[in-house]
């Protein structure tokens, strides 16, 4: 077949898929369906390879090409316009046809002459008839109404970065650029930015359905649920009052639907006919990283044609889109639209450098949209320098999966490393101390004024993992089961039966999280890595390594969002301000560990070879060893999952894992070596019966077979394959070497954070003493301290909170702790507002030590009472002792105590001020007076 008849037999099968009816002009029978494609047609320029006729009416051309001539085909534009304005044999007045092809079957290439500035673009197959005759039959196209139909955007209720992307985009689509990429941080809105655009594409610019891409199932869920939330603002009505919106959960696409939510794994099923598993949905790609290289290519599919969407939005786009996924972008004629929070060169190169709009981390916490965050360290010595396991340490040995033990000696000396950590050993002291750790820290150095433990989130390095980490949570915090959650889709496995057993609810235990007091802990693999919103999460502990930069930054977005004080309190009650920041804990050495832009697959670590293997590798042939390696990798292979098989069979030749045993045990069999010491007898013409062979026949007929069996294991590749196979499946448990802690403090970056803050409020108060009136009461001379007052105090407080300071007093007083430890008291006791009068006048240089303001309070009461005592006759008595430190517990939460406060609180409660002025007498003004000058200075 000539390379030309081989492109006509590929158009003429894609014609035939989607829809069209392909005839030669000798067959012309244009009433044979509603889209006949017709070869050879004439014209007054020559026969058209193709001419597409909708409803009998020409419409389009194809100019098939051979299939070598891809690279060229943008060459013969030319040629298929001239086809498109000639005069079509037997039809007079017709006007230009408006569709046009190129093709050599296997690459296809589209223009509409109906666009403004019309444009080549490749497509993955050709239109249906169907579509051809909607496009026709419109007044304008999409790309037209996106170039001239699109209205302002009213600005109300979207942040100005919000506003950018909108229109940053809707200016890239005017332009019919194909791809857009909408880089914004983690927190701002992403979301409801494109469920704006996706209302504007639909309302204005008529678009037909919009696909919304998510690549796991609780981000689509997510998403479903700010469309029904979301209300326009030109309507009303809510958007899902508007516009029919489709969380596919089947591969059938509601013909109704504007909007369809899809994982990209369900979207790739549908398109390639490669069954789904459900379960796969609720892993992130970053996890499942490359799709298996014997999947199936996508497929036309004649009931998700490619003309299904017009556009496409790839939530958090950045981990979806690089290798067989990709193909379900390919597949559709559609714009694409990125959102991401971390791009890295893949991202641009794959949008073609077409950023329409970039807001920043750094500029979301400006704004007050984001926090910050500091870096705590932990270090043990075994996370750092690993342990050594001696031969015959009698130990527990656990299935990775079932979690089942035995308790067994280790075969032989086993030094293991921080990267073996929770996968071929479990050391529970290691886990223990790292948790320990993080109690102390959080307690007493990071939030030391809460009285409950912050909403913390761990990440593990695998299910398995994650069980560990909370079961010694648990008991560090002498906490029960309702503390500490598992978030996860995945369900467990019962140890004594090996069966899936129903976990608990994920989306419920998410919930609780986010919402209310229980769980104050949760540990996850992946789940909520990404993506998912936690606003009160104020700390983030990372017990798993990320060597993916992007997926990183996506991991510690988690703990980004900010949060309102009110909020914050619903779950926090002894959160005493909005979130001001999050504490990143690194006991892996995450934050110094080499990223790289594309994250590559993890590789398990090399390990030592099982003696068996090792045996049989040098040459050993007895019986005990080739049996005893057969019988282990016969229980082996009943414990490994699919595609460890499969590797396996991959690297032995073809030779599956059951194969390899079943040789090695029949090896020794002696029927099987009798009847091979024959067929060599035979095969040397010499006749015996099995009685009559020797010695030596049998043994050489055993030795081949044992050496044909054992040929497998001289490829070292194979046996270091088994071997990982096995510790990955299995797990040490070293409860032998004990670990400890060998650092936990704060990092070096948050060291700098906290110098940055001290700067901020000392160049703050330089720059404003002028404007806060507490700050000219500072600044001013000695006799003005009388005039401070709780309402000054108030005052400059919320003017160092708000963005983009904020500036809190707890974080003010964790800053000069990390820069100025020495000088600094009280780390451990629950910040008051009036502590901001301690912070300035340290920060002036008034005071050489930093003191919680009540603390100093005491001590000044302490001193005036001595001095009191001693110009007076007598001393007050108990009575009036109890009044005074009444006042002074006032002042030392107020700043200050004038005759009205006695109506309040605890003043009150003792009998106001007539029970006072019954104590003191006429005394008490000057008191007051004198105490407010004296215990404030």
């Known amino acids: 077949m000539t390379p030309e008849a081989k492109a006509r037999q590929l158009i003429d099968q894609k014609l035939e898929s989607a829809g069209w009816v392909v005839q030669d002009m000798k067959q012309l029978n244009l009433g044979a369906g509603p889209g006949v494609a017709v070869r050879e047609y004439p014209t007054d320029t020559g026969p058209a390879d193709y001419l597409l006729f909708v409803d009998r009416q020409p419409v389009g051309v194809i100019e098939a090409k051979r299939d070598d001539a891809g690279a060229n085909l943008s060459a013969h534009e030319t040629q298929t316009e001239r086809y498109a304005n000639a005069t079509l044999k037997w039809r007079k007045g017709e006007l230009p046809l408006r569709f046009l092809y190129e093709s050599t079957g296997q690459i296809i290439f589209f223009t509409d002459g109906a666009d403004p500035a019309p444009r080549a673009r490749e497509l993955f197959h050709f239109f249906r008839p169907k579509t051809l005759a909607d496009w026709a039959a419109q007044s304008d196209t999409l790309r037209r109404r996106l170039a001239e139909q699109m209205p302002p955007l009213p600005a109300r209720n979207l942040r100005d970065c919000q506003v950018s992307a909108v229109t940053g985009l809707e200016k890239s689509l005017a332009a019919n650029k194909p791809r857009a990429l909408v880089h914004m941080a983690t927190g701002a809105g992403k979301t409801f930015t494109a469920i704006t655009s996706v209302y504007r594409l639909l309302k204005f610019g008529g678009a037909k359905r919009i696909l919304f891409l998510v690549d796991t199932r609780n981000l689509g869920k997510q998403a479903h649920q700010e469309f029904m939330a979301y209300t326009p603002p030109d309507d009303a009505r809510k958007f899902t009052e508007l516009y029919n919106v489709q969380r596919l959960s089947s591969s059938a696409i509601d013909p109704h639907a504007q909007v369809c939510i899809s994982t990209i794994q369900r979207m790739y099923s549908i398109l390639s006919g490669e069954p789904i598993d459900e379960s796969a949905e609720d892993i992130s790609l970053n996890e499942l990283g490359q799709a298996p290289s014997q999947a199936r290519l996508v497929q036309y599919n004649p009931k998700v044609p490619i003309e299904e969407f017009d556009f496409i939005v790839i939530d958090e786009c950045h981990r979806s889109i690089y290798n067989l996924w990709k193909q379900v972008l390919d ?538 005592n001693a110009r007076r006759a007598t001393a007050f008595t108990p009575e009036q002792m109890a009044w005074l430190r009444l006042v002074k517990d006032h002042i030392a939460s107020s700043c200050r105590i004038e005759r009205e406060d006695f109506d309040y609180a605890q003043l009150a409660d003792k009998g106001g001020l007539q029970k006072a002025w019954a104590v003191f007498g006429e005394e008490l003004d000057g008191l007051l007076v004198e105490m407010n000058e004296e215990l404030v200075a």
């Open 331 to 868: 597949y559709f004629d559609a714009f694409l639209i990125g959102l991401t929070a971390t791009p890295d060169q893949r991202t641009y190169g794959f949008f073609n450098e077409n950023v329409v709009a970039e807001y920043s981390y750094e500029q979301s916490v400006v704004d007050g949209v984001n926090v910050g965050y500091d870096v705590y360290e932990i270090e043990t010595d075994i996370s750092r320098a690993g342990a050594m396991l001696e031969a015959k340490e009698w130990i527990d040995h656990r299935d990775r999966q079932t979690r089942a033990r035995r308790w067994a000696q280790t075969e032989e000396d086993t030094a293991y490393t921080a990267t073996d950590l929770d996968k071929s050993v479990v050391n529970p002291s290691q886990i223990r101390q790292v948790i320990q750790a993080m109690k102390a820290a959080v307690e007493g150095k990071i939030f030391p004024n809460r009285t409950e433990t912050p909403k913390t989130l761990i990440f593990a390095k695998t299910d398995s993992h994650a069980d560990d980490i909370i079961r010694t949570v648990r008991e560090v915090y002498g906490q029960g089961n309702a503390f500490c959650k598992k978030v996860t889709y995945r369900a467990g496995i019962d140890a004594d039966t090996g069966k899936p057993v129903p976990g608990d609810d994920a989306d419920s235990v998410l919930a609780s999280f986010r919402n209310d007091y229980h769980p104050r802990i949760a540990v996850t693999v992946d789940m909520i890595a990404t993506g998912t919103d936690v606003k009160p999460l104020e700390v983030l502990l990372f017990m798993r390594d990320v060597r993916s930069r992007g997926y990183y930054e996506q991991m510690k977005g988690r703990g980004v969002r900010s949060l309102d004080a009110e909020s914050l309190k619903k779950v926090s009650n002894s959160a005493d301000s909005a979130k001001t920041h999050f504490v990143l804990i690194d006991a892996v050495g995450v934050e110094k560990s080499l990223k790289t832009e594309s994250r590559p697959l993890e590789k398990k670590p090399t390990v030592s070879l099982d003696n068996l293997l090792k045996g049989i590798a040098v040459g050993a042939r007895d019986e005990d060893t080739v049996l005893s390696l057969g019988n282990r990798l016969v229980r082996l292979g009943k414990q490994l999952d699919d595609k460890a098989l499969a590797r396996i069979k991959q690297a032995s030749g073809g030779i599956g894992l059951q194969d390899l045993a079943r040789g090695l045990v029949q090896a020794l069999d002696p029927d099987r070596i009798t009847a091979d010491a024959l067929d060599a007898a035979h095969a040397a013409g010499i006749t015996r019966s099995a009685d009559s062979l020797s010695n030596d026949e049998l043994d050489a007929a055993r030795r081949q077979r044992v050496a044909t069996a054992c040929q497998p294991f001289d490829d070292p590749a194979l046996r270091e394959l088994i071997e990982a196979a096995r510790r990955e499946r299995e797990q040490l448990i070293d409860t032998i070497n004990i670990d400890t802690v060998t650092r936990s403090e704060y990092a070096g970056q948050a060291q700098a954070n906290a110098e940055a803050v001290v700067r901020q409020f000392s160049d703050y108060l330089r720059e404003h003493r002028d404007q806060i009136a507490a700050l000219g009461f500072f600044y001013a001379q000695p006799y003005r301290r009388r005039a401070l007052t709780f309402d000054m105090i108030e005052d400059l407080h919320d003017a160092l909170q708000r963005p983009p300071l904020m500036l809190t007093t707890e974080r003010l007083w964790s800053a000069y702790a990390r820069v100025q430890e020495s000088k600094v008291k009280g780390n451990g006791i629950r910040r008051q507002l009036t502590d901001l009068v301690s912070l300035v006048r340290f920060a002036l240089g008034m005071d050489e030590e930093l003191r919680p303001f009540a603390e100093s309070v005491d001590k000044r009461f302490a001193d005036w009472v001595f001095r009191h």
